[in-house]
DNA sequence: TATAAAAATGACAGCGCTGTCAAAAGCGCA
DNA sequence: TGCGCTTTTGACAGCGCTGTCATTTTTATA
């Protein structure tokens, strides 16, 4: 049997009170008494009242959901990510709306321009996040919104994860081990990671007053494909590196066939490391050194400002950087 | 400068009709003749018009939104999921509210149940579909769903993979090969697809007349370190197998590692196939052979199959079963 | 041409809630 | 006790749409 769902109007008669009163109650409002907020609290149990969320929604202009813009094929990174966004829309009683989207899409400025009277605010993964078109309409349209990206675009709050510094301590790491001919694979020229992951393996490499050779660099696209073939160029060369570092783990991965394809053990005659620290990494074999972002922790920092601005508490300083870190783990170690 | 969202009522004054053949055109309802539709879409088009969703839920007691019931630890699977349901529920003008959860969880009701007016329908997916308890509420409560499951509840609609086959079909194409000891890995217990898959295994076996030993066949949980403990045991008995069945990919990884510690050569000394042509087995050394089963395809048809439900047009036959196919790669090979 | 039936359109209530503003109740203090 | 203040509560409009049902227009048929 379907009972029809109590309104509010069905608490408010039970509780004596006005729909008003009852409104007030679930809205958290200030100036209820005590005990009026428990008779309606009483009442909603009673009814097992659960607020329309439409009715709300059209009475206060507010969706209460969030939309989520990404375009990122690593599925283990969405998934946490959704992951610790939901938990924090749980606590504020919003709801996630997921939208994967192709960044490089005619269409994407259309498709989101429909989205925005559905959500009270974004969050913008990378590299969405770095699509200047896409951030000038949320920006004209005044669109609250939370980028987690390595630069900032006007006044928008966004988050970074240290990858630059990520990207230095790992190629420090390698140098430490004692190699000297230390090759890279870039991640996708669209990324902006793949930049300031670059920059950090260049800036240990000064520090360490080791010139930077192109031949040990390698244009990859983030994915393994692009790896292996990286990785056959930097291993046919004359003066094969000793040790390669590439820009995210599914990369490393292809290090790692390609390793094989020469015949090479790991890590004796080579060291492999990634970026990400995805399963992939943990189950390789050898298990990937690589390196970890606090994926959940920047999903969960992100939600929580833009909660903060969507009740209208925006803070000061609006960037958030938070640290990856290395995890060291059997594909390195020293050379020779 | 935000310009206000322009209504319903914009559009019918500038195009000279009533609110509610505006209505109706944007409902798609027959009965408007093509010159006002026309009329109508010029208006909407010029005011750049979109209904509002809360209004439109309102006063129809719709939602459209659709929830995703899972809890499902492979972020591969879910990722696909969400995109085959995504693309279906675009078509329909639908959102996705995704929802994971624990399928545990003594919560799991109340939390469910909190939901369910949010929401037109819901998309459960394995292993949650399996939780009688929900499925009790669910049918109580008279909520639309569709159910990704091996086995039927109810009149509920259910899709379903041939996992029974297709592990029937690897089994098979092992003893092709010339295996005569196949060792087998049981999935997570609780997981209606491992017995299944158990059960097609024992199937190829008994019709080659091949006896079933109790000490080729090991209890995993679908992770990597449950598949590695269990080869380890396998491989350790007196007569190991020549070639391991895992009853997904992580484990399959687990078994590779395993054969690495062994210092078996794969496929030469052990054949590994595993289940379910995740992105790991892909890139695993050497790559696996496995079962790709129809994942978009199974998040298409129930998304389908939830919005003609939607739509009051249930079908006769409730239950759609999609075939899964084998993926030949190099982890598998003749004994010896 | 008249008439019935079908198709197209509109008027209006109301979905369940929040915002606004006014009214009532409670409080401190002379 | 009464005054002015603050706190608490309520009445009511209206958010933008759809459902119902009445009305008008068109079409088919006699």
């Known amino acids: 049997m ?20 009852v409104s007030r109650v679930f809205n958290r409002e200030p100036n209820v008494r005590q005990s009026t907020r428990d008779k309606v609290i009483a009442a909603a149990e009673t009814l097992n009242y659960r607020p329309n969320r439409s009715a709300r929604q059209l009475a206060s202009n507010l969706t209460f959901v969030i939309g989520m813009l ?20 749980r606590e504020y009683g919003y ?28 969050i913008v993964l990378q590299p969405v996040s770095d699509d200047q078109r896409l951030n000038q309409l949320l920006l004209e349209n005044n669109i609250a919104c939370v980028r987690v990206s390595q630069r900032p675009f006007e006044e928008f709050p966004w ?20 190699h000297r001919r230390v090759g890279f694979i870039i991640g ?14 260049r800036s240990a490499l000064k ?6 050779d192109e ?13 292996l073939s990286c990785a056959r160029k930097l291993l046919s060369s004359t003066s094969r590196p000793t040790a390669i570092f590439a820009s995210n783990d599914p990369m490393a991965m292809g290090v790692l066939s390609a390793a094989h394809e020469f015949g090479l053990d790991v890590p004796r005659q080579l060291s492999v490391a990634g970026f990400d620290d995805s399963p992939l ?48 783990r059997a594909s390195t170690g020293s050379p020779g």
């Open 2 to 21: 379907i009972t029809k769902r109590s309104t509010i109007n069905d608490v408010a008669r039970l509780a004596g009170v006005s729909i008003k009163t």
């Open 70 to 89: 990404y375009d990122n094929p690593n599925s283990d990174y969405v998934t946490e990510v959704q992951y610790g966004c939901l938990q924090v829309c």
């Open 95 to 122: 709801n996630l709306l997921i939208h994967p989207c192709q960044a490089d899409s005619p269409d994407l400025i259309d498709e989101i321009g429909g989205l925005q009277h559905q959500v009270d605010g974004f």
């Open 159 to 178: 988050i970074s994860v240290g990858d630059k510094e990520a990207a230095d301590q790992m190629t420090e790491y390698l140098l430490d081990l004692g």
């Open 188 to 201: 996708h020229p669209d990324h902006g990671s793949s930049h300031d992951r670059l920059a950090g393996y």
């Open 207 to 212: 520090r360490r007053d080791i010139r930077y």
């Open 215 to 227: 031949n040990l660099v390698a244009q990859g696209r983030f994915d393994l494909e692009s790896g």
């Open 281 to 328: 990494a943990r189950h390789a074999w050898p298990p990937l050194t690589t390196v970890r972002q606090p994926i959940t922790e920047v999903a969960r920092l992100a939600t929580n400002v833009l909660m903060q601005q969507l009740q209208g508490r925006s803070e000061g300083d609006s960037n958030h950087r938070l640290q990856a870190e290395l995890v060291c």
